[in-house]
């Protein structure tokens, strides 16, 4: 007799699952909102109307690491083998000596600052 109540029990459990899957199912299929597969927590409703940008941050990312690896590329190393120009930003660039290396050692500063960030709010969160 055990058995059986919890075989009741389980297929109860089921069953109300199904139905909040099939409830929100159908409120996606009315296309008022729907659920990006990119998020984190599958409650989230997006209006069909809002677009979707996505993308376009993702480029816009790639091509703003690019100009920043090219221009440094160019600062740090590029710059001391090329003759004066008589521009005064460029030749400013060959002949400078700190500026040249401030922003790539940004990079490793704002990696640090970052773990830290998240180990304190592991820290604070689990005890």
């Not at 160019?74 to 090329?82: G, N, P, R, T």
């Amino acid at each position: 007799m055990s058995n059986n109540s919890k075989s009741t029990a389980t297929s109860s459990s089921q069953l109300s699952f199904q139905d909040n899957t099939t409830f929100s199912h159908e409120h996606n299929i009315e296309g008022q909102f729907h659920t990006p597969t990119y998020t984190r927590k599958s409650t989230r409703r997006i209006s069909q109307l809002e677009p979707d940008t996505t993308a376009l941050w993702g480029w816009f990312l790639l091509f703003a690491a690019y100009f920043i690896f090219v221009f440094s590329m160019y600062a740090i190393v590029v710059s001391k083998f090329v003759p004066e120009t008589g521009n005064k930003t460029l030749d400013w660039i060959k002949k400078d000596e700190y500026y040249c290396l401030l922003v790539p050692l940004t990079l490793p500063v704002t990696i640090y600052a970052v773990f830290f960030n998240w180990l304190g709010m592991k820290f604070f969160r689990h005890n």
